[in-house]
């Protein structure tokens, strides 16, 4: 393989504060993360149902579920965390020695009313304390599990080059999806990735389809003398026992059993 992230990659990234990548997932690898999350997300929903204690927090949506804590649902999840494919993006974009931030997925159908909610991301509202120049902190990836190369289901929609924006949006353009100046919906086949800096403004954007579908993945990276996320402390001592030691190195030695 080339070296990834190429010069022309990089570039953009470092532009736009963003990266698309088509085709990474095949189609079967796409079918079983499908099949698995759809699994997932009805077993938080039985837990809910029932009133025994959820791990974490599922979040109701208008028209799906949002889950989060993803790594021991099923092997498939763990396994990418440390997908050989995206690894040199992450270790080229962020740190040769990343740590694992967070995890969560979304499995939403058909239209929905919901408002924008246009953010950034990270501690202290997206690191607000390091502005005008927030840097690189956290790298957030999405993988597409459906098919979103057409836009109003809920697209990611980001502002190409906010991440290096002097200024926030003016709070009267957040209050609508294309009202944010240069605003654009991604349009991504399932198997694609898109990655994006903590300080890109984004949102999920408009849900105006009947046959639409927003079933994705979410996955972030941090550094590793950060400690921003309550995940990786979360899960139990023997998530972490059962870990190989190249997966132990995501995590920080406090909550590794032994270390």
């Known amino acids: 393989m080339a070296e990834r992230p190429t010069a022309s990659e990089r570039f953009f990234f470092d532009t736009n504060g963003y990266l698309l990548l088509e085709g990474l997932l095949d189609p079967d690898h796409v079918a079983r993360l499908r099949a698995a999350l759809e699994a997932a997300v009805e077993r938080r929903r039985e837990l809910a149902r029932t009133g025994r204690e959820v791990f974490r927090a599922n979040q109701n949506l208008e028209n799906g579920t949002r889950i989060f804590y993803l790594l021991a649902e099923d092997e498939l999840f763990l396994d990418m965390i440390d997908l050989p494919a995206v690894m040199p993006y992450v270790t080229g974009l962020l740190n040769e020695a990343p740590h694992f931030h967070a995890s969560d997925a979304f ?55 906010s991440h290096r924006a002097q200024i926030p949006p003016d709070e009267r353009d957040l209050q609508g999806f294309e009202s944010v100046p240069g605003a654009v919906q991604l349009r991504c086949p399932p198997g694609s990735c898109a990655m994006f800096h903590n300080a890109l403004w984004h949102t999920r954007g408009p849900a105006r389809r009947a046959d639409g579908e927003r079933i994705l993945l979410y996955y972030a990276y941090e550094h590793p003398w950060m400690a921003a996320s309550l995940e990786p402390t979360s899960y139990p001592p023997s998530f972490y026992a059962a870990l190989s030691p190249e997966r132990r190195r995501f995590f920080h030695p406090v909550v590794l059993p032994g270390d």
């Open 107 to 161: 499995w939403e159908r058909g239209a929905s009313a919901h408002r924008p909610g246009w953010h950034i991301d990270g501690a202290d509202a997206g690191y607000r304390q390091l502005a005008p120049y927030i840097p690189l902190l956290q790298l957030k990836i999405a993988y597409f599990l459906s098919d979103m190369s057409v836009p109003d289901q809920g697209n990611l929609t980001v502002v190409p080059g």
